[in-house]
């Protein structure tokens, strides 16, 4: 009786849902607008990045990292970067290439429109000069944090340059550093695009 039941609640709710008005369908002219403004999000979203290039007798060495953000607050920002590098050395005639990818997240705090503070967490992936370099590879992550000047060169374009210390300091680490191996100095461009 049970089962009786179950089976003739169940015919009766699947009946019920079933019922509507294809006419009502086909007569809705309701507009659906979007609630986001594209102009505005565009206006907040800003491009840019670090580029080095250098050669040198025997040498070479090209590193790019483009960056994107966004302004969360007008003091506030994240986004993502990620990063290439190419170190290509020749000794004793014989050619080394050694490459680096990466990417990360990173956070900028301006508490006025010249100071910049920024955190990021960086992977890279590069070659592992503890055990066999030509061979061996490591990923090695990076957790950096520090300050820096920032200037306007227009309406929407600024550029900044940064100190920046790794709190993690792995032997590995493929950007340049600055003095002592766990201190980098930073320097990029950014557009904002609205």
Known sequence: MKIFFL???????????????????RNDTTDKQSNINWFEMK??????????????????????????????????????????QLLRSNQ??????????????FARYRPIEQIVLQAEFDIYNTVDFLNDPLVDRVNVPAFMAGA??????????????????DFIGDY???LSSLVFQQL???????????
């Open 7 to 25: 089976g003739l609640g169940l015919f009766l709710t699947l009946g019920v849902f079933g019922q509507y008005d294809v006419d009502d369908i």
């Open 148 to 165: 820096g000047y920032s200037s306007s060169l227009g309406d929407r374009a600024t550029y900044q340059i940064m100190l920046m210390y």
């Open 43 to 84: 206006k907040k979203i800003y491009v840019g990045g670090e580029a080095n290039l250098s050669f040198r007798s025997g040498s070479s060495f090209i590193f790019f990292s483009p960056q994107i953000g966004y302004d969360i607050t007008e003091r506030f920002s994240a986004g993502v970067t990620t990063m290439y």
């Open 184 to 194: 980098h100095l930073k320097m990029g461009f950014y557009w904002h695009l609205g």
């Open 172 to 174: 590995n680490m493929p």
């Open 92 to 105: 004793f005639n014989v050619t080394y290439n050694f490459s680096s990818f990466g990417g990360g997240v």
